[in-house]
């Protein structure tokens, strides 16, 4: 009892290691590319929990500045994704990722 | 604040980011998914305040927000007939996917409570960062602040180069 009311580095690790189940299951199971860059997006906020939980814990600044580093990361990342999505939207009319196959023999 | 009183706190922002992520991947409907994932990075920012990172708390409402879910939301809209009512979009490899979710979180959480402890500094971090965070872009991490900012000018220069309108007509 007293392990769950006293919040320690066990929880947050916990919280991000749902998200980051979260998110593998949408990159994993989802057909839309809009729902995969979300699930991109969920894999990255657990990363960060975790960078900044060890930080606390550990009392230095490292994780804190490369959470930092992280979100401006997954800004360009999305960014450039979308760009790329809605290219692919003009040329397949689509953004089912299982139809863009015109490598494919 | 008492200590109960934070616990509670704690586990209610802990169910609505959880609870929302779960959400954004088992609903079928991607406008929903969007609006869910609102929830979960305003969850992940009150997180954030628990650890003591305030300014990356703020940091995260302000880029996932403000940014990364417009530009999601403008992706969906762009995208999507959204006009046709009951559209949902198409699922695969179910069974993987529930595997893999399965494994890799009962994995992590089974090793979570098998392991000893973790060894706690004595010092954690109390109160507000911002100071220190000001102090170690100046000084240990001035070239890779340097170094990330041109990458966000080049990767928006790029996103913008990439999904601008084509005024040959041909598109």
Do not use: C
């Amino acid at each position: 009892m007293d392990q769950l009311t006293t919040i320690g580095l066990n929880h947050y690790l916990t919280i991000s290691a749902l998200l980051l189940g979260f998110g593998l299951f949408a990159v994993m199971t989802r057909k839309n590319a809009i729902v995969v860059l979300m699930g991109v997006e969920l894999i990255l906020n657990a990363a960060n929990i975790n960078f900044l939980a060890f930080s606390k814990f550990n009392g230095g600044m490292q994780g804190v500045m490369f959470a930092l580093f992280v979100i401006v990361i997954a800004a360009a990342e999305a960014a450039i994704a979308l760009a790329i999505i809605i290219n692919i939207y003009k040329i397949f009319k689509s953004v089912d990722v299982s139809s863009i196959d015109s490598l494919k023999e | 604040m008492s200590n109960s009183t934070y616990t509670v706190i704690f586990y209610l922002f802990a169910a609505l980011t959880v609870g929302s992520a779960a959400f954004v991947v088992l609903t079928r409907n991607v406008i929903y998914s969007a609006f869910s994932l609102l929830f979960t990075f305003f969850g992940v920012a009150a997180l954030y305040v628990f650890l003591s990172a305030d300014f990356l708390a703020v940091t995260q409402v302000v880029v996932y927000v403000g940014g990364i879910l417009v530009l999601l939301l403008f992706g969906v809209m762009f995208t999507n007939s959204i006009m046709i009512p009951g559209q949902k979009s198409e699922v695969s490899n179910l069974f993987f996917g529930a595997l893999l979710l399965l494994g890799v979180t009962g994995g992590m959480l089974y090793t979570f409570s098998a392991s000893p402890g973790w060894k706690i500094s004595g010092k954690t971090l109390q109160g507000s960062i911002v100071e220190l965070v000001g102090f170690e872009t100046m000084s240990h991490y001035a070239l890779p602040f340097e170094m990330v900012s041109i990458l966000l000018l080049a990767a928006l220069i790029g996103a913008a180069f990439l999904a601008r309108f084509d005024n040959k007509g041909n598109s």
